[in-house]
Structure formats: C-alpha cells, structure tokens
C-alpha cells in the first residue's frame, strides 16, 4: 500500500479538523494553532478522542486539546528539572568512587570499566574525547593549557561534559562493588538503580525531543524494589512500572535524597491543579496515589548503608 495523503496548507488543514467535529472560537484561531505546532505533533494529543470513522467526539474542542499539549510541555520541563538534580547526583558519586579507586586517568583503562567491551570502551572515549575537543569552556582550555603533556581530561573534569548516555555507559561499565555502593546511598540495589537509570535515559530522550510524555506507555521500565525489602513500592499503593506515575514516583523518591528541600513535590501538584481535568489515570496514577508512603514525606525508611568504598589510589581535588 502506498501513501498517497497530499500535503495540506494550514487552511485546509484547520478545514479538516472543523469537517471532523473539532469545536475552535474560529478558523483563524485553529490555523494560529497548526502554524505554531504542526497538525501531527497536536494529532496525538486528539487522539484520544477520535472515533473508528476519524472523526472526533462530540464536544471535542480546540481549548480541551491546547491544554492538553500545554500540560504536557509544561510536564516535561518538570521532569528534566529532575532527572538533572538526579544525574548530577549519581554522577557525583560513580565518578567519585571511581577515581579514588584507579586514578584521575583510569578511566582510560578498560581494566577499570570491566562492565564494557572493547567495543564500548573505545566508543565511550570517542565520545568524551570529542566533547573535550569541540568545548569551549575555560576550564578545559586552561588544563590543556597548563599540562601540555596530557591529552586527556580526568575523569571529574571529562564527566562535566558527558551526556546522560555517556553517564549511563559509565555507571554500565564500573565494577560491580562501585555499583552497589552507589546504589547503597540510594538505599536500593545497583540493579535497581541501574534500570532507573536506563529509564531516566530514554526519558530525557523524549523530553529532548519534545516527544509527548503524559499518557505515554515506556518501553525502558523501571524496576521496582522488591516487596520484602521495600513494601512501600507495593503497599498499600502499588507503584507500576509502564507509565509516568512509576517515573514520578522513583524521581520524587530520589530527590528527597539528593535535594532534600527541592520543591519539585510542591511543583508537580500545582501543575495538576493548573490543570484539574487532566486525566491522571491515563499517566498510570490511581485515585489514592496520595496515600502511598513514597509521596509523603520523610522518607518511610532511611537508605540503606553505603557500602564500604573500594581502597583509595587516587583523589578528587
């Protein structure tokens, strides 16, 4: 089957909508709307309200689909805010525990990165490699200026510039009591933290791209903690794994740790209440989602103790 759909101007697209039951003020406030954001990008925030015949239900209007898009945007923002406090927080720590174990320049080592192959060592230096040498930030300027016999950054000062990827690879690759002394500060355990992680990835990819986030199923899932270590994943709110509510839910989780006076929590309910008719269950929230202990706070158990740090080579300044 070919496809055989012309391309329409934004007229005729504003015509078609309104030809499908959507209800706008007028023409030229629908054709404002398709100007600033493309008919597909607004089309799956209709979705949810088109028909088998295409067209829309009744009631359907041009306000009820703008807000949806707008909470979305707004969300996403939200979200990145987030994943940032908690990227640089994990960071902080792998990268720490690391050079003290190998060195400012261990890194370099794929002996010091047993969790990668050959493959995925050479491309990760590939890309730190390329980050430094396309910066302009005055601090790699200045290192590569004043030790000229070096050609690569450390490992603290070459993760200011990796991506969330990189960072992802990174944590891929240490040893596993590395891992799981990250994991401990988090009180949960480095496989856990290792699939939030990949989450958290693929969500920033999304965010990045302005893809859409509110009611969307992930394929990258989070883990969630075991019931016999942590009930408070499973009672008496169980958190799922496939929708926002359980992306929420592990990043508020996180940020009481890494930013204890963070407002986010404050934050994210003000923008439900901006917007009251957002159907929450369609983000994976039940109605009692307030009960569960994760969404109150303190914390309903201290993390775990961190584990006890691989032998020191080397330090941080």
Not at 189 to 202: F, G, I, K, P, R
Not at 213 to 220: Q, Y
Not at 235 to 254: A, E, K, N, Q, S
Not at 266 to 272: G, T
């Amino acid at each position: 089957m070919k496809y055989t759909k012309p391309a329409l101007t934004f007229s005729e697209q504003a015509d078609q909508l309104l030809k499908r039951g959507l209800t706008a003020p007028d023409k030229q406030a629908l054709v404002q709307r398709l100007e600033g954001v493309s008919y597909y990008r607004l089309s799956a925030y209709w979705y949810p309200f088109r028909q088998p015949d295409d067209t829309l239900k009744p009631g359907t209007t041009l306000e009820t689909v703008w807000r949806r898009y707008t909470f979305d945007r707004q969300l996403r923002c939200l979200v990145l805010d987030a994943i940032e406090r908690v990227e640089i927080a994990v960071r902080t720590q792998a990268v720490n525990q690391h050079s003290l174990r190998y060195g400012p320049f261990g890194f370099l080592d794929r002996a010091s990165l047993p969790g990668l192959s050959v493959d995925d060592h050479r491309n990760l230096l590939g890309r730190v490699r390329e980050e430094a040498s396309r910066s302009r930030e005055d601090f790699v300027r200045h290192f590569f200026a004043k030790y000229t016999s070096e050609t690569d950054l450390p490992l603290w000062m070459a993760c200011e510039l990796m991506t969330f990827g990189n960072l992802f690879t990174l944590f891929r690759g240490v040893e596993t009591p590395i891992k799981q002394s990250v994991a401990a500060e988090y009180g949960v355990a480095d496989t856990v933290l290792y699939s939030w992680l990949a989450t958290l990835n693929q969500i920033r990819n999304l965010c990045a791209h302005h893809a859409r986030l509110w009611n969307r199923v992930f394929g990258i899932k989070p883990t969630i903690p075991r019931r016999n270590k942590h009930p408070h994943w499973h009672t008496p709110v169980p958190i799922t794994d496939d929708r926002l509510f359980g992306v929420l839910t592990m990043l508020h989780y996180l940020l009481k740790q890494v930013a204890p006076h963070s407002r986010w929590r404050v934050r994210w309910e003000n923008l439900l209440a901006l917007y009251p008719e957002i159907p929450i269950a369609s983000m994976g929230f039940p109605a009692n989602w307030k009960d569960s202990p994760l969404w109150q706070t303190p914390p309903p158990a201290a993390p775990l103790a961190p584990a006890t740090p691989p032998p020191a080579s080397g330090g941080t300044p």
